[in-house]
């Protein structure tokens, strides 16, 4: 080995050579959650008490009073309005507001509640008179305060954690993300769903239309009103101050001021940022006329969805919100007593209908058995929809039964002609040897879990995530240990050819927070370390599936995140920053170089660089990743095509797409997974695969025989993960059945040899250049005679140490047992 001064000496020299380092994209979600953790730390300092939590309350309550104190003299539907201003992002004309790191909706809705409560607890008297631009000081002012509360409150939740609940973190993060997070998915994608599950059954909405007096699509159509037309208000104020300064403007420059005109623009100025009740809020009959819909028929939308003016001080009010019982989630429309209507922001009304119209559904059983019913089936067909996109030309089973063993007896003797327990399954697709099981959860949270009560959270993910983990898992097994199913009116069903399995969860709730946080689910008990099924809610498996270019991408994803490493190294807000960092780094995780060996024997010690590697991986924390997407996702809603619109994210672009690309075209046996395992290599190791083929082709052998190169492809620890990658080449004189005989057979027997389950061969024919063969081979058994013989041909596993080190050439000899490299690297 070199000596230390050396090696500092060649990296030292590698670096100037590279040039100097590019500077760290600025990265504002990084910094709000810096900034975050910089708050708490400090805040935590000044409780140094004997009895912190006692503390924490007391500063709590003072907290609220004195918020309470200062806000008590607005008008709460003015109030609202300036808020709206300052913390909702803003657009002109038909812009998408832009993505900000904070959650403003937050604040919002917290100032909403505490004005609405602080105006209940003084008889709601007239509001008193406020000097202009009092409110926008008091809103301006008002964030750090807000803040202050919400972080109290999260040092009130950290101090009740009981350290032995298993659930506590869980708890916490569906909490904290019933506070902090809004829209986890688009809301046109939502309000798409909304719309087909309360209106797609004719029964179910007839039923709404009867008892209440409108459908779901009275409803929404209500609620976009009321924030439609608060925008147009809004507008109208804009443009009524830019006529007025324009005006007062043009009279200055003529040199004929006027007092009058001046007085306007001031007047229209403060009307934009602070205007009364009646220009801020709607009125009913606006938005009958604006939506089409009789005022009767509206205001029983209204009376459904406005906020409960139930009897709670402002310190209740706060206490409920920042434990995740937030009543606007399911009424988010504010009435005055004038009855003029306000919706504080846009964020939750398109959620607020299902969940609203749901809790009336379970007061009708026979109406909710048929909503119920409607609700699997919708999930079922668009998961089959979304899966069929990423998954061309494979073999759909949907809503079946098949049979396991019912005892003991049964499984010891494990005829699956004799198994008598019959059991459901919900999506089996077999693409060749890889077979997906996917399992539908229509459930939902309930609103005691997200207000973070344990037993209750335990009950819904076990409905959610555990059974459809122990459903998919049991099918699993089932392939694993028989070969294949007994299927319910179909037979038996041969699945031997399988040789990777990958189950899914899709869950039609929108629950990302708990969905990504896959070890705390293993901590908790909900999940097992050798059962980790990808979950994933409906409507991000359907935008994956759009942002998918190629069916290899999908399949690697589900790879690597189902990776039980996976799911500790990286945590993430959200399904879509993961699968967004997976495009843009990999989500790789570097294994245990010692557990790769004992994978596969036959490669060398581990080398210091992995082991370096391997020690220095720390766990990441994914920030944001989604603006990109925003963009894209709301260019498309808009029907932009053009040059200018925003593109859509893809995938590091690979060397090696032209061959994934190819197999695919082809149908080649094994393409989806051949592909897959191609795209896994590190970029530098793609560029050098696709060199492999014209680098044989460019040096045929003197003697004119057929030239090949062999690498095993081990980049995990789990043996049934390998692969074996021949590349080979036909000359003009070998016949082309000999030619795929013989390389069928060294194929087989080299994997045998080597311990590795799947391989191919990449066959070109030297005088054309033509990729004239992919020779797929996925054989687990034992060998023939004839194979066992050749055996004793084949260089010995442990070749491919010598023949591999660092500071040699490659051999050039002519046979198919020179290899590339020891090991291919995966894809970071």
Same mark, same amino acid.
């Given at each position: +080995? ?87 992002? +803003? ?12 959650? /403003? ?72 993300? #019933? ?57 109208? %104020? ?18 004929? *001021? ?44 209204? #009376? ?12 209740? =009010? ?36 299902? #969940? ?18 409607? !609700? ?18 494979? !073999? ?27 059991? $459901?399954?919900?999506?089996? &697709? ?34 959610? &995530? ?31 050819? &399988? ?22 689910? =293993? ?29 290899? #991408? ?42 790769? %060996? ?11 660089? $992995? ?24 260019? !498309? ?20 797409? *032209? ?53 095993? &492809? ?33 194929? !087989? ?17 030297? *005088? ?9 081979? /996925?054989?687990? /058994? ?23 080190? *660092? ?22």
């Amino acid at each position: +080995m070199a000596s230390r001064s050396k090696r500092r000496a060649a990296r030292n020299k590698r670096q100037r050579r590279a040039g100097p380092a590019p500077s760290p994209a600025f990265d504002p979600h990084a910094q709000v959650m810096a900034d975050t953790w910089e708050a708490l730390a400090s805040l935590i300092a000044t409780f140094a008490d004997d009895d912190p939590a006692t503390a924490v309350d007391a500063a709590f309550d003072n907290a609220v009073d004195m918020l309470v104190a200062k806000l008590q003299r607005f008008d709460p539907i003015r109030l609202i309005e300036v808020a709206r201003q300052r913390f909702l992002p +803003m657009a002109f004309g038909d812009e998408i507001p832009a993505v900000t790191a904070e959650a /403003g909706a937050v604040y919002v809705e917290l100032l909403a509640l505490v004005a609405l409560a602080a105006r209940r607890e003084t008889a709601e008297a007239p509001a008193a008179a406020v000097e202009h631009q009092q409110m926008s000081h008091f809103v301006s002012e008002a964030k750090q305060q807000l803040d202050e509360l919400l972080h109290l409150a999260q040092l009130r939740s950290l101090a009740a954690v009981d350290p032995t609940d298993k659930l506590a973190l869980m708890s916490l993060l569906i909490r904290g993300s #019933e506070v902090w997070v809004r829209n986890a998915s688009y809301p046109e994608m939502v309000a798409t769903t909304n719309l087909a599950l309360l209106d797609g059954n004719p029964s179910v909405r007839a039923a709404l239309n009867t008892q209440l007096g409108f459908d779901a699509t009275a409803a929404l159509s209500v609620l976009d009103a009321v924030h439609r037309l608060q925008q147009d208000s809004l507008n109208a %104020r804009l443009q009524a101050m830019d006529a007025a300064v324009q005006e007062a403007l043009k009279a200055t420059k003529e040199g004929q *001021p006027d007092d009058r005109l001046t007085a306007l623009a001031r007047a229209s100025f403060l009307s934009l940022f602070e205007p009364d009740a009646d220009r801020a809020a709607v009125t009913l009959d606006a938005v009958a006329a604006h939506t089409g819909i009789t005022v009767e028929r509206a205001r029983a939308v209204v #009376e459904r969805f406005r906020l409960d003016h139930v009897k709670a001080t402002a310190a209740e =009010v706060v206490d409920a919100f920042t434990t995740g019982k937030n009543p606007m989630r399911t009424r988010p429309l504010v009435v005055d007593s004038h009855g003029r209507l306000m919706l504080p922001h846009p964020a939750l009304h398109v959620f607020a209908v299902r #969940e609203n119209l749901e809790e009336h559904l379970k007061t009708s059983k026979p109406v909710w058995n048929q909503y119920a019913k409607h !609700r699997g089936d919708l999930l079922e067909t668009r998961t089959r929809d979304a899966l069929s996109r990423v998954l061309p030309g494979a !073999r759909f089973r949907d809503a079946f039964e098949y049979y396991i063993p019912a005892n003991d007896a049964q499984a010891t003797a494990a005829d699956p002609a004799q198994y008598t327990k019959r059991v $459901e399954g919900d999506h089996l &697709i077999v693409l060749d040897d890889v077979a997906i099981i996917v399992e539908d959860k229509a459930v939902a949270l309930s609103a005691l879990s997200r207000g973070g009560k344990a037993t209750r959270i335990r009950t819904d993910l076990t409905g959610i &995530i555990t059974k459809a983990a122990e459903q998919s898992g049991r099918m699993k097994d089932a392939i694993e240990r028989d070969g294949g199913l007994r299927i319910e009116d179909e037979g038996w069903v041969d699945l031997r050819h &399988i040789r990777e399995i990958h189950t899914v969860a899709v869950s039609l709730d929108d629950i990302s927070t708990v969905l990504t946080a896959t070890a705390e689910l =293993v901590r908790a008990g909900l999940l097992a370390r050798d059962n980790i099924p990808w979950t994933v809610s409906l409507h991000d498996l359907e935008l994956i599936t759009e942002l998918v270019a190629r069916p290899a #991408e999908f399949l690697l994803y589900l790879r690597r995140r189902r990776n039980p490493d996976v799911t500790v190294m990286f945590r993430a807000p959200d399904e879509m920053d993961l699968f967004l960092y997976f495009y843009e780094a990999g989500l790789w995780v570097e294994p245990d170089p010692a557990q790769v %060996r004992i994978a596969y024997p036959f490669l060398p010690e581990p080398t210091t660089a $992995e082991l370096r590697r391997y020690r220095a991986q720390e766990p990441t924390f994914l920030t944001s990743r989604t603006d990109a997407l925003d963009q894209w996702f709301h260019s !498309r809603q808009r029907g932009e095509a053009t040059a200018g619109s925003a593109p859509k994210p893809t995938m590091v672009p690979s060397p090696l797409a *032209p061959l994934i690309d190819e197999l695919q075209s082809r149908n080649a046996t094994g393409w989806l997974s051949i592909g897959a395992t191609l795209l896994s290599l590190a970029t530098a190791s793609q560029h050098k695969t696709a060199r492999h083929g014209d680098e044989l082709l460019d040096s045929p052998s003197p003697s004119g025989r057929a030239r090949s190169l062999t690498v095993p &492809i081990t980049d995990g620890t789990d043996p049934a993960e390998g692969w074996l990658f021949v590349w080979a080449t036909r000359p003009a004189g070998q016949q082309p059945d000999d030619a795929e005989k013989d390389l069928r057979g060294y194929l !087989r027997a080299k994997k045998h040899q080597l311990g590795l389950p799947r391989g191919v061969v990449f066959l070109y024919d030297e *005088p054309t250049r033509a990729l004239v063969g992919v020779l797929y081979d /996925g054989h687990t /058994g034992p060998l023939d005679a004839t194979l066992t013989a050749r055996l004793q041909t084949l260089l010995p596993a442990t070749h491919l140490q010598r023949s591999i080190h *660092p500071n040699v050439k490659r051999p050039s000899q002519d046979t198919k047992d020179t290899p590339k490299r020891k090991r291919q690297k995966p894809k970071r």
